[in-house]
């Protein structure tokens, strides 16, 4: 029978213990509320924000960093360009100045073989001239001793071969 008391004051309804148990859940709830619930809450709204705070600040950071990524493309590809085109003006700087210095080296070579030419033809006829005065020179020294002599043909034989070996003995001016 006390199991079939305790069975049944299980389930009675008791007015009392009702109130009690409603105003005990009140109060742990008030309790709850001001105490744990409260902090709880504003600590998940705390990190919500915290969350959507540095969701926003990697967003902002991603666009900037694309932005420095797309500037620095674009930075290199016209360094890139403009590394180029000085190779390319200074390929052309250098074959111009190599068309000059060629074209200088042969302007000198022609005037250099014109002047060459210019001295032989010269130096050819002030040998020509010389040799021409020599012989002239000589005709007349020929002349002089054939006159100044009269000779019969050996004397005449003798006086050539004594001329020729005088000849032989002076110096001829070179050309």
Sequence with gaps: ????????????????????????????????????????????????????????????????????????????????????EQVRKTQADMEKFREELMGKAKKEAEDLKVDARRSIEEERAKAVSDIKAEAAKLSIQIAEKLLTERLDDPKHQQLAQQFVAELAQKKMPSA
């Design 1 to 84: 029978m006390n199991a079939l008391v305790l069975a049944s004051s299980f389930t009675d309804v008791k007015p009392g213990l009702i109130i009690w148990t409603w105003i005990t859940f009140i109060v742990v709830f008030i309790a709850l509320r001001k105490m744990a619930w409260g902090p709880l809450l504003k600590s998940v709204e705390d990190r919500e924000k915290n969350i959507v705070n540095a969701i926003e600040s990697a967003k902002r950071e991603r666009a900037e960093a694309e932005k420095l990524l797309v500037e620095q493309k674009t930075a290199i590809a016209q360094a890139r360009q403009e590394a180029a």
